[in-house]
Every structure is written in structure tokens, then in C-alpha cells.
């Protein structure tokens, strides 16, 4: 029988010397990132950690953080309200495109592009952009339980660069889909995208999702149940960019990846698993993130479509194995 723990270090080893691709830099301060930085991480539902490699290294949480601001405005607005302002449709182009934008309903087509991302995040409610950055940043702690802090030189950076959001967020505004505080909602934007996150800390994030909203950890709820499925479903068609549907075919579980390298993943009821390492491939996901989920779903099973006796190995596979912690 396979043993879990043991599985998730050979991966790491497996992995650890793939060096294609390439660490984002068009965020300039993402460009600093240490190309050898490799972490997997996995949270069961009842809360049993196994992991291997940085997972305690910090890197701000970027697009992932979209999953998360989505189910807070699923809260704040409810599923009809939010689907006149942002779509579900995955879209095949590029995270950062604003073509469509410009067509028909004029409306971001989902959430996890930026243009849906941004859209979302206005949303936010709160008197003042103090009070809205302190609702997502607590959002966040409810989610990894514990404090969360931004990183300022991202954050600046980022800002100072964005010029793309900033068009994309006008163009919005043009067409009445935002409001009049496009700025206020950028920067909020960037602020969250520049959370500080481990690998471990992601993980966690996926378990709670995979324990209906609730943290295994602290017992702590950070999504009412009742959105849960709204957000998994999206992550599933919209969660890896313009990978998605091979990601769906290829993997099968609902995930988001970020450019700062980090892929966050979902197995309803059973667990959440993380990988770090920046990274990434043409489509802005991390190369050795894809290997190492490929290799996970296809071991124990874990694709969702996938009926035959293969979660059972999954199951069978974390009974017995101990909770080590690798280097
Ligand atoms: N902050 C990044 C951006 O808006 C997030 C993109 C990503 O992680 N894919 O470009």
C-alpha cells in the first residue's frame, strides 16, 4: 500500500530539479522570487497535515486570492445579484486579457480573470477602503487561522505597474459595471493579491473549502456552506486560466494557480492540497505544480469523474501514514 506521507516527499524529490520555465516578472518585485523554492502540502478535512519541502516559506497569494473575495461577495450579495456583475463562463484566453470585455454584455465573463477579479472585489462592502482591506484581511485569517499581512513592496509595485487592470477596471467603469471608486477598488485589488501566504497556509485554505467552509484546524466557518459548491464549481471551469479544460480532463479537481507559483486544490470531503514553487509555464501556472497534481490525481484517484474504486486509495493511503515533515 502506498503511503501518503511518503508519496508527497518522492514527489518533492521527483520534482525538485525540473527547471523549465520561468518566474513571473511583470510584476516587478515578483521577478526577485527564488526559482528553487518547492513546497507540497496537504490538509485532510478532519485536519491531518503531510508535507514536504518550503512549505513554511512566505510569497503573496496573487490570483488565488480571487477564489476567496468571490465567495465573500457570494455572502454579501447572493448568486442572482453577483451574476449581473460577473459572469461563469470560462473564457480560453489569457487571465489578463480584456478583448471581450468590450463585447456584448459588457460584463467579465467569470470571476478568475482579472477584469471578473476586479469587478468582484469592488463589490466588497465596507465604509471606506479601510474597512473593506481589514474585511478581506480578516476574511483570510478565518481561512488559514491565523494573522495575515501584505506584502507592501509587492503591493507598490504592482500598483505602480498594473497599467492593464487600470484599463480594464476604466473600461468597466465606462460601462457602468463598477462604480465611480475605481481607484479604491484597485488598490484593494492589489492588496489582496500581496497577502502573504505559505504553501502550508494554502493548503489549509483548500481543506477548509473541502470541510464545506469550515477550517479543520480552528473550527472556525469562513464560507457560509451554502456557496461553497458556487466556488469550487468555478475554480473547476475557470480556476487555471486558459489550462482549465485540459486541467479538468488532465487532473480533475478544482484549483486555482497564481503567478507568484502557488496552486491551490480542492477534493470535496477529503482534502486540500498545495503546491509552491514559481515557475511557471506559458499560461502562468506552475510547471512543477501541473507534474506534481498530474501525478497525485492519477496515484490516488482523485479526479473527480473518476468512479471507480480510485479515492478509496486516497483514503486508504492517509489511514495509516504518520504526519512527517520533510526538507
Ligand atoms: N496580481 C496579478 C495580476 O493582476 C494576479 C494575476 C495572477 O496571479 N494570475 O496580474
Known amino acids: 500500500m502506498v503511503d501518503f506521507q ?21 510584476i516587478p518585485e515578483l521577478a526577485k522570487a527564488n526559482s528553487d523554492s518547492f513546497a507540497i502540502c496537504a490538509v485532510t478535512r478532519d485536519g491531518r497535515v503531510f508535507q514536504a519541502g518550503d512549505v513554511d516559506q512566505k510569497f503573496t497569494i496573487q490570483s488565488i486570492s480571487k477564489v476567496f473575495v468571490y465567495g465573500l461577495a457570494l455572502e454579501e450579495h447572493g448568486r442572482e445579484r453577483l451574476l449581473q456583475k460577473v459572469g461563469v463562463e470560462p473564457t480560453g484566453d489569457p487571465f489578463n486579457s480584456l478583448i471581450r470585455l468590450d463585447e456584448d454584455s459588457k460584463r467579465p465573463d467569470n470571476p478568475m480573470v482579472n477584469a471578473g477579479a476586479i469587478a468582484t472585489t469592488s463589490l466588497i462592502k465596507g465604509d471606506g477602503p479601510t474597512e473593506r482591506l481589514n474585511r478581506l484581511l480578516t476574511l483570510f485569517q478565518r481561512y488559514v487561522g491565523h494573522e495575515v499581512f501584505i506584502d507592501v513592496p509587492v503591493f507598490v509595485s504592482e500598483r505602480s505597474t ?10 468597466m467603469l465606462n460601462f457602468g459595471m463598477i462604480d465611480q471608486k475605481v481607484d479604491e477598488a484597485l488598490d484593494l485589488y492589489f492588496q489582496q493579491c500581496a497577502i502573504l501566504v505559505t504553501c502550508r497556509d494554502l493548503a489549509v485554505m483548500a481543506a477548509t473549502l473541502a470541510n464545506q467552509g469550515e477550517n479543520p484546524l480552528t473550527g472556525e466557518q469562513a464560507l457560509h456552506p451554502e456557496y461553497v459548491r458556487d466556488v469550487l464549481s468555478i475554480m473547476y471551469t475557470c480556476g487555471m486560466y486558459n489550462f482549465a479544460g485540459e486541467w479538468a480532463y488532465r487532473v480533475g479537481i478544482p484549483a486555482k494557480s497564481g503567478v507568484s507559483g502557488g496552486i491551490l ?52 493511503a492517509i489511514r495509516d501514514s504518520s504526519e512527517l515533515t520533510a526538507s
Open 265 to 316: 486544490a480542492v477534493v470535496p470531503n477529503q482534502v486540500g492540497i498545495a503546491v509552491f514553487s514559481p515557475l511557471l509555464d506559458g499560461h502562468g501556472n506552475s510547471v512543477r505544480g501541473l507534474r506534481v497534481f498530474e501525478e497525485l490525481s492519477q496515484e490516488f484517484g482523485l479526479h473527480l469523474m473518476d468512479l471507480s474504486m480510485g479515492r478509496c486509495r486516497f483514503e486508504a
Open 6 to 26: 511518503a508519496f508527497l516527499e518522492k514527489l518533492y524529490w521527483k520534482y525538485r530539479d525540473v527547471n523549465e520555465g520561468k518566474v513571473a516578472s511583470y
Open 162 to 171: 498594473g497599467h492593464r487592470n487600470r484599463a480594464m477596471a476604466h473600461l
